[in-house]
């Protein structure tokens, strides 16, 4: 059932750390839930065929999928349409790694680093219009190697940028770390000599957060 305003919680985590597996969970909590899906297609690859189906098959299959080249206006319409009670978005890393293959060739690095942005904070925007909870799972790419390519470059800091810019908004906060789900933030959360309480968090108290908004 559609709310009054959108809430939101990011899933944060490195590759394979349970980020997905995590918000799907949390997702569960709903009884109707739109997925949206911004992995797409690859042409040629049993690999990516091969985790896509995997992700499909550990999704109750009653769940909406939308999924990409279809954009998140399109995404807006089917909420209006179908009026799940939650939206979960996986993920914004592959969201951006479209976004800029369909770019890197069209701009100079610093106009291209711009369009990413401005298309980070339409994204955000069009989120916070769609007036229900919004679960989304995004990469923590910060950790690693520095990327040797200057496209691996770009993306590293589009993320960071759309990482920073979903944080801020969100109401809540997870980092996954080897199947271990830590709190960041929550908006409720009593702050003790200014610092945040670090613990392990379920679905449950996603579920009420989220919830009490």
């Excluded at 985590?13 to 839930?33: L, N």
């Excluded at 807006?76 to 969201?95: F, G, H, M, R, Y």
């Excluded at 980070?120 to 909870?133: D, F, T």
């Amino acid at each position: 059932m559609e709310n009054n305003q959108s809430t939101l919680a990011l899933f944060l985590g490195g590759a394979h750390s349970g980020k997905s597996q995590f918000a799907e969970q949390c997702a569960a909590k709903w009884k109707s839930v739109a997925y949206y899906a911004t992995g797409g297609q690859i042409e040629n690859s049993p690999e990516w065929e091969s985790r896509i189906l995997k992700h499909k098959e550990r999704r109750p299959s009653q769940w909406l999928t939308i999924e990409y080249p279809m954009e998140i206006e399109d995404v807006s319409s089917v909420c209006k349409q179908e009026n799940p009670d939650a939206l979960i978005i996986d993920c914004l890393t592959l969201w951006m790694g479209w976004k800029l293959s369909k770019s890197f060739q069209s701009y100079s690095q610093i106009q291209l680093l711009k369009h990413l942005e401005t298309e980070s904070n339409h994204l955000l925007k069009e989120i916070q219009n769609i007036k229900r909870p919004i679960l989304v799972v995004s990469n923590e790419v910060g950790e690693g190697v520095v990327p040797s390519s200057e496209s691996g470059r770009l993306f590293r800091e589009s993320m960071g940028y759309i990482n920073h810019l979903f944080a801020d908004a969100a109401q809540i906060i997870s980092f996954s770390i080897a199947g271990q789900n830590l709190l960041l933030k929550s908006s409720h959360m009593k702050r003790q000599n200014g610092f945040s309480p670090l613990g392990i968090i379920n679905s449950e108290y996603i579920f009420s957060e989220l919830n009490l908004n």
